[in-house]
């Protein structure tokens, strides 16, 4: 039975093990978000706590787009197993460049999965990708952004405390 259902699938077995593989990271790094957001409300970083709470909530959706997509085309989503989510962090600065780090990985697992698309004519799938290829450039530059501010304001006392309260800022201008 399961080889008939992956004869029907609108878009090809190996892409759809692929993209059961970016639900993973997807989950993970809702995960790692929460995490983030854990550490800034502990040390008081409250906006920064909000910033990380909204990417932890968008990662998730990001991961449910893929889950339904797989699903809508005749295959089977796996929920994910997260483990491996790094808590302890030494300072905001250290969290958005993991940040930034995580997303440009999850760009490249992006990148990788249209590219087997096109390698396997899966149209269907390289089409949906396209949304999160203009997703992912935005979060990179996001995070980016975030980076430059700690060279322009600092890491520590009222530097890190204004820092703090402009991120949100960041976020609003992605909108844009």
């Known amino acids: 039975?399961?080889?008939?259902?992956?004869?029907?699938?609108?878009?090809?077995?190996?892409?759809?093990?692929?993209?059961?593989?970016?639900?993973?990271?997807?989950?993970?790094?809702?995960?790692?978000?929460?995490?983030?957001?854990?550490?800034?409300?502990?040390?008081?970083?409250?906006?920064?706590?909000?910033?990380?709470y909204e990417q932890a909530a968008e990662e998730r959706e990001?991961?449910?787009?893929?889950?339904?997509?797989?699903?809508?085309?005749?295959?089977?989503?796996?929920?994910?197993?997260?483990?491996?989510?790094?808590?302890?962090?030494?300072?905001?600065?250290?969290?958005?460049?993991?940040?930034?780090?995580q997303e440009i990985a999850i760009t490249k697992a992006i990148h990788n999965i249209v590219g087997k698309c096109r390698k396997l004519n899966d149209y269907t799938t390289e089409y949906f990708l396209q949304w999160f290829i203009a997703e992912q450039m935005e979060e990179e530059q996001t995070m980016r952004r975030a980076l430059e501010l700690f060279d322009l304001m600092g890491t520590e006392g009222l530097g890190l405390k204004l820092l703090d309260e402009r991120i949100p800022q960041i976020r609003d201008k992605r909108a844009e």
């Open 62 to 101: 990001h991961m449910m787009k893929i889950f339904r997509f797989i699903n809508d085309n005749g295959g089977t989503a796996y929920s994910p197993e997260v483990s491996g989510v790094n808590h302890d962090f030494k300072s905001l600065e250290e969290i958005f460049e993991t940040a930034l780090d």
């Open 1 to 52: 039975m399961k080889d008939l259902v992956r004869q029907n699938l609108s878009i090809h077995v190996d892409v759809m093990d692929l993209l059961n593989k970016q639900i993973e990271k997807e989950a993970h790094s809702s995960s790692a978000y929460l995490a983030m957001a854990s550490w800034c409300d502990h040390n008081a970083l409250s906006y920064s706590a909000d910033f990380f």
